[in-house]
């Protein structure tokens, strides 16, 4: 039976890319070592970074002025480092609530300064993204913080706040790589590696080199972005079997179209998923507003919640795995990121028509 792995994160990886691993693992390219076993500072490892980087660079499209950093720590300690880092003697900056994880971003940043809340929306739990002619933005903030994409409610842009001269932050933990974005549009941009990109332990920083070098006093040697940029983050150990996992995934997606032959796929498989749902009568529902939703993470309730162990556990046995919804929200969410094929989405609705049928 095939699995496929809908789970949020860590999440599917391509196939190809743990089959690769799998037969570089004792013995990577006749080094006679692991990639785990060698040194950070040989040139064989080195030489993996650089191609790393140099792959992601070319992916994304990144502007020379731009460091990209590999740090650890996840997208939590961003929530700390953005502020520590990008207040620059600014009372305050700008945050927009979209959900669970702005939620988060908010709290963590108010430890060091002032934050405006742009808009949120909290009143409308959070099913859609407050339109940007009504942000209570500040000119003065010292920078604007978002979340591309909401992976627990499901809520992601299709559109690119323009800040002006206030830099744009954006936590992409759960959307990079999944379609083309304009980086030079941004002055930070964040992920955790375990949705789109590779195993945890990774956190990818892609910053605007004029925004460092002015952390707060008292910064922490390896808070400040600063240490990691000066040193190709290698001032310590950086964590190098996730960034080279994450370097083998880089070169799946330039194989296989790059990013915009990504987003295509990415797309198909959320209209068919959409549309399952959409066409269900109400057996399925999305609470997320139609030009909101996430071609990531597709948050779905059944109209009887009672039959939502059934379903999980008819879906478990089809090989349909982790589709269990945050303890949160409840319900299903199927996250279908770039490593989950089209096929897979197929055979999740294919389940989820026949449940429907059986249960209708
Ligand atoms: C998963 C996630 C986080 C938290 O990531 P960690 O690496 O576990 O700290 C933050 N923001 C978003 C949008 C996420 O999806």
């Given at each position: 039976?095939?699995?496929?792995?809908?789970?949020?994160?860590?999440?599917?990886?391509?196939?190809?890319?743990?089959?690769?691993?799998?037969?570089?693992?004792?013995?990577?390219?006749?080094?006679?070592?692991?990639?785990?076993?060698?040194?950070?500072?040989?040139?064989?490892?080195?030489?993996?970074?650089?191609?790393?980087?140099?792959?992601?660079?070319?992916?994304?499209?990144?502007?020379?002025?731009?460091?990209?950093?590999?740090?650890?720590?996840?997208?939590?300690?961003?929530?700390?480092?953005?502020?520590?880092?990008?207040?620059?003697?600014?009372?305050?900056?700008?945050?927009?609530?979209?959900?669970?994880?702005?939620?988060?971003?908010?709290?963590?940043?108010?430890?060091?300064?002032?934050?405006?809340?742009?808009?949120?929306?909290?009143?409308?739990?959070?099913?859609?993204?407050?339109?940007?002619?009504?942000?209570?933005?500040?000119?003065?903030?010292?920078?604007?913080?978002?979340?591309?994409?909401?992976?627990?409610?499901?809520?992601?842009?299709?559109?690119?706040?323009?800040?002006?001269?206030?830099?744009?932050?954006?936590?992409?933990?759960?959307?990079?790589?999944?379609?083309?974005?304009?980086?030079?549009?941004?002055?930070?941009?964040?992920?955790?590696?375990?949705?789109?990109?590779?195993?945890?332990?990774?956190?990818?920083?892609?910053?605007?080199?004029?925004?460092?070098?002015?952390?707060?006093?008292?910064?922490?040697?390896?808070?400040?972005?600063?240490?990691?940029?000066?040193?190709?983050?290698?001032?310590?150990?950086?964590?190098?079997?996730?960034?080279?996992?994450?370097?083998?995934?880089?070169?799946?997606?330039?194989?296989?179209?790059?990013?915009?032959?990504?987003?295509?796929?990415?797309?198909?498989?959320?209209?068919?998923?959409y549309g399952t749902i959409d066409a269900s009568n109400g057996f399925y529902?999305?609470?997320?507003?139609?030009?909101?939703?996430?071609?990531?993470?597709?948050?779905?309730?059944?109209?009887?919640?009672?039959?939502?162990?059934?379903?999980?556990?008819?879906?478990?046995?089809?090989?349909?795995?982790?589709?269990?919804?945050?303890?949160?929200?409840?319900?299903?969410?199927?996250?279908?990121?770039?490593?989950?094929?089209?096929?897979?989405?197929?055979?999740?609705v294919?389940?989820?028509g026949?449940?429907a049928?059986?249960?209708?």
């Amino acid at each position: 039976m095939t699995i496929y792995n809908f789970s949020a994160g860590p999440a599917v990886l391509p196939k190809e890319v743990l089959q690769q691993a799998q037969a570089e693992l004792p013995d990577w390219h006749g080094s006679g070592m692991s990639v785990m076993e060698m040194s950070h500072r040989g040139k064989e490892y080195m030489s993996i970074q650089a191609e790393a980087e140099a792959d992601l660079r070319e992916l994304m499209g990144i502007p020379a002025n731009y460091k990209v950093l590999f740090l650890q720590g996840g997208a939590s300690q961003q929530f700390a480092m953005v502020p520590m880092n990008l207040l620059r003697g600014r009372k305050s900056a700008d945050y927009l609530n979209t959900g669970e994880w702005s939620k988060k971003a908010i709290s963590e940043a108010k430890r060091f300064g002032g934050v405006n809340v742009v808009a949120t929306a909290a009143d409308r739990n959070f099913s859609c993204i407050p339109a940007f002619d009504t942000w209570q933005r500040d000119p003065e903030a010292a920078y604007l913080h978002y979340t591309p994409n909401e992976t627990i409610g499901g809520v992601e842009f299709d559109w690119l706040p323009e800040s002006g001269d206030v830099p744009l932050v954006a936590d992409m933990s759960s959307n990079i790589l999944s379609r083309p974005v304009d980086v030079g549009k941004y002055g930070l941009i964040y992920a955790g590696a375990q949705k789109n990109v590779g195993p945890a332990g990774l956190t990818i920083v892609i910053v605007r080199e004029d925004l460092l070098g002015q952390a707060l006093p008292g910064t922490p040697t390896m808070l400040d972005y600063k240490t990691h940029a000066d040193n190709d983050s290698m001032y310590n150990t950086p964590p190098t079997y996730g960034i080279y996992i994450a370097g083998l995934v880089f070169r799946w997606l330039k194989k296989n179209g790059g990013i915009a032959a990504m987003e295509q796929t990415n797309i198909a498989k959320a209209e068919l998923l959409y549309g399952t749902i959409d066409a269900s009568n109400g057996f399925y529902r999305c609470p997320v507003a139609l030009s909101d939703r996430s071609r990531m993470n597709v948050p779905f309730t059944l109209k009887d919640a009672s039959l939502d162990g059934d379903f999980l556990k008819q879906a478990d046995a089809r090989g349909l795995l982790q589709l269990k919804g945050h303890r949160s929200v409840g319900g299903m969410r199927a996250s279908i990121y770039n490593a989950m094929p089209l096929d897979g989405v197929q055979a999740l609705v294919n389940f989820m028509g026949g449940f429907a049928k059986q249960h209708g």
